[in-house]
């Protein structure tokens, strides 16, 4: 049974940092990708970044390169996204997802395992 538990939201100003993780278990392979989506309120589910979990290569939306980073530590099976120069549209609720796989994928269709989500709120 394959669980992922995200952690690490809050509220934060505008500008300010936060560094979200995904804890996961149950995770047989190491062939599969992590990914992070994010679902604003009254919005569709949004891709964020994508993480091979063997190779480490990674995908990024254009929404938050340069300011998001995906990594992930293999020894802990924990994936982190952290984010910096947060603006107040980054408010949303944070998923991490998984599916076993070696492509990087951003359609969130592709994604078997779901977290319950944190909240991120960004202060003006």
């Known amino acids: 049974q394959v669980h992922l538990v995200e952690s690490g939201g809050g509220l934060v100003q505008a500008g300010g940092s936060l560094r979200l993780s995904c804890a996961t278990s149950?995770?047989?392979?190491?062939?599969?990708?992590m990914g992070w989506f994010r679902q604003a309120s009254g919005k569709g589910r949004e891709f964020l970044a994508a993480?091979?979990?063997?190779?480490?290569?990674?995908a990024y939306a254009d929404s938050v390169k340069g300011r998001f980073t995906i990594s992930r530590d293999t020894a802990e099976k924990t994936v982190y996204l952290q984010m910096n120069s947060l603006k107040p549209e980054d408010t949303a609720v944070y998923y991490c997802a998984t599916y076993v796989g070696v492509g990087l994928q951003f359609r969130e269709n592709y994604y078997d395992y779901w977290g319950q989500g944190t909240q991120v709120t960004v202060s003006s």
């Open positions: 149950g995770l047989t392979s190491t062939n599969y990708v």
């Open positions: 993480i091979r979990w063997s190779r480490g290569n990674t």
